[in-house]
Nanobody, 124 residues
Framework: QVQLVESGGGLVQAGGSLRLSCAAS????????MGWFRQAPGKEREFVAG????????RFSDSVKGRFTISRDNAKNTVYLQMNSLKPEDTAVYYC?????????????????WGQGTQVTISS
């Protein structure tokens, strides 16, 4: 079992940057594939980025590729989402999620554990 807590959201202007963090409890963090998702009002939750257990592979949605990076520190039980060149359409609640699989999957339905989310608002 793992519990996740996101932080780092806020209000920034378009073109700015934010770094989200997701701290995990428990001793099995390194056994989880980690993902970041987001959900805007009236829209479905969508995949943003994912990282494998040993950070060997990452995956990004087309909408954030080249602007966002994902990383993890297994010693600190934390996964990060660095967001650069932010756009108003990036406005959403951002969630981190954990999956005991071995590959990065895009569907939120396969992720077993979720944080409470952190609001990101980008002004134009």
């Amino acid at each position: 079992q793992v519990q996740l807590v996101e932080s780092g959201g806020g209000l920034v202007q378009a073109g700015g940057s934010l770094r989200l963090s997701c701290a995990a409890s428990g001793r099995s963090f390194s056994s989880y594939v980690m993902g970041w998702f987001r959900q805007a009002p009236g829209k479905e939750r969508e995949f943003v980025a994912g990282i494998t257990r040993s950070s060997g592979r990452t995956r990004f949605s087309d909408s954030v590729k080249g602007r966002f990076t994902i990383s993890r520190d297994n010693a600190k039980n934390t996964v990060y989402l660095q967001m650069n060149s932010l756009k108003p359409e990036d406005t959403a609640v951002y969630y981190c999620a954990a999956n005991r699989g071995e590959v990065i999957l895009l569907s939120p339905n396969v992720y077993d554990h979720w944080g409470q989310g952190t609001q990101v608002t980008i002004s134009s």
